[in-house]
């Protein structure tokens, strides 16, 4: 089993930045995917980037350009620097672990302000 700790969430007002950082622990595959899921009020939870243990990445349309997502296998850590927020990116962001089994961090919140 994987434990997920998420922190760095909090309040920005649109245009600023916040980084999300998520460090697993417990029983790590060495071959995993890592990645933040985001879930606003009213709205179904959705994939925001995940990024591979061997560095392969994925965002969604929403957020390119603007967020970026890196790792350190050693750590065990995966980072999420958000760049140029809007207030639509106000959500619960969650982090998550995946190999066969998946795991989900508690959530952070993220609040931009317009």
């Known amino acids: 089993q994987v434990q997920l700790v998420e922190s760095g969430g909090g309040l920005v007002q649109a245009g600023g930045s916040l980084r999300l950082s998520c460090a697993a622990s417990?029983?790590?595959?060495?071959?995993?995917?890592m990645g933040w899921y985001r879930q606003a009020p009213g709205k179904q939870r959705e994939l925001v980037a995940r990024i591979t243990s061997g560095g392969s990445t994925t965002y969604a349309d929403s957020v390119k350009g603007r967020f970026n997502i890196s790792r350190d296998n050693a750590k065990n850590t995966v980072l999420l620097q958000m760049n140029s927020l809007k207030p639509e990116d106000t959500a619960v962001y969650y982090c998550y672990y995946v190999d066969i089994f998946s795991s989900w961090g508690q959530g952070t919140q993220v609040t931009v302000s317009s």
């Open positions: 417990g029983s790590i595959s060495s071959r995993n995917t």
